[in-house]
């Protein structure tokens, strides 16, 4: 009973450390404000040429402008308010060389803001690797699988009656 008493103000003093804490932190963070500065993030922030990528930007006038979106790497693009921040998509062109591109924004009001993206050719081979001629994986292995797999049941069966005729039936 003494070790639950414990327990309990322990628990107590736990949350009463957070509570504090948490209140603490509400009171030196300040008032919130929003929009004070200009952000731009494109997803994936590597990408290959073809890919389509996303753009969410933030502006300091509230979101409720549209602004635009402009890289070497796919052009000239609007970004739309969608719930409260800027939304808008590309396509890498197909030709675009690898390299790292800058993203600048532009807000309505001239704030700007600027990421990167980089560019990679990931180029896939057209074949597998030179590793033989498959000697070992010839066809039929599949059929002596199987009856090998329906022996051993058969034997296992065989030795079940067996054992059980040899010891006489089982009590129930």
């Given at each position: 009973m003494r070790g639950l008493t414990f327990l309990r103000r322990a628990l107590r003093a736990v949350a009463t450390a957070i509570a504090?804490?948490?209140a603490l932190a509400l009171l030196?963070?300040?008032p919130a404000r929003a929009g004070q500065n200009a952000s731009v993030e494109v997803t994936p922030s590597t990408a290959e040429p073809g890919t389509r990528v996303n753009i969410r930007a933030d502006c300091p006038d509230g979101n409720n402008r549209q602004a635009t979106v402009q890289s070497d790497a796919f052009g000239r693009v609007m970004v739309r308010p969608d719930n409260g921040v800027?939304?808008?998509s590309a396509t890498i062109p197909g030709n675009k060389p690898p390299g790292d591109y800058q993203v600048n924004l532009t807000c309505s009001n001239n704030n700007t803001a600027s990421t990167t993206i980089t560019v990679v050719n990931m180029s896939k081979p057209s074949q597998g690797p030179a590793t033989g001629g498959g000697g070992t994986a010839g066809g039929g292995?599949?059929?002596l699988v199987l009856a090998g797999g329906i022996g051993i049941v058969v034997l296992g069966?065989?030795?079940g009656l067996y054992g059980r005729r040899r010891n006489g039936p089982l009590p129930r």
């Open positions: 504090l804490s948490g030196t963070a300040g800027l939304t808008g292995t599949g059929t069966l065989g030795f």
